[in-house]
């Protein structure tokens, strides 16, 4: 079994910066990728950055292209969310996930972390 636990959501004013952290236990093994999703309150779950182990491709969601950079530790199999000149929308639970390999889902999640952004 994988665990996922979340660190660093909090409060931030618009124009702010915040780093969400995500460390990967439990399982021996190498992910195929690992990723940031959010949810705001009342809208649907969407992507926000992934990340594959083999390569470190990185993919962003349109919204947060050119203000939030993923990155990855190999070692603590740790991916790190910077989170750059946020903005009230960028309001959401952020939701780290695994993928296990090329063709699974993303099939093990994170808890969550809440991250506000005040305008």
């Known amino acids: 079994q994988v665990q996922l636990v979340e660190s660093g959501g909090g409060l931030v004013q618009a124009g702010g910066s915040l780093r969400l952290s995500c460390a990967a236990s439990?399982?021996?093994?190498?992910?195929?990728?690992m990723g940031w999703f959010r949810q705001a309150s009342g809208k649907q779950r969407e992507f926000v950055a992934g990340?594959?182990?083999?390569?470190?491709?990185?993919n962003y969601g349109d919204s947060v292209k050119g203000r939030l950079t993923l990155s990855r530790e190999n070692a603590k199999n740790t991916v790190y969310l910077q989170m750059n000149s946020l903005k009230p929308e960028d309001t959401a639970v952020y939701y780290c996930?695994?993928?296990?390999?090329?063709?699974?889902?993303?099939?093990?999640w994170g808890q969550g972390t809440q991250v506000t952004v005040s305008s």
């Open positions: 996930a695994l993928k296990s390999t090329r063709l699974s889902g993303y099939g093990y």
């Open positions: 439990g399982r021996t093994f190498t992910p195929y990728a």
């Open positions: 990340i594959t182990w083999q390569n470190n491709s990185t």
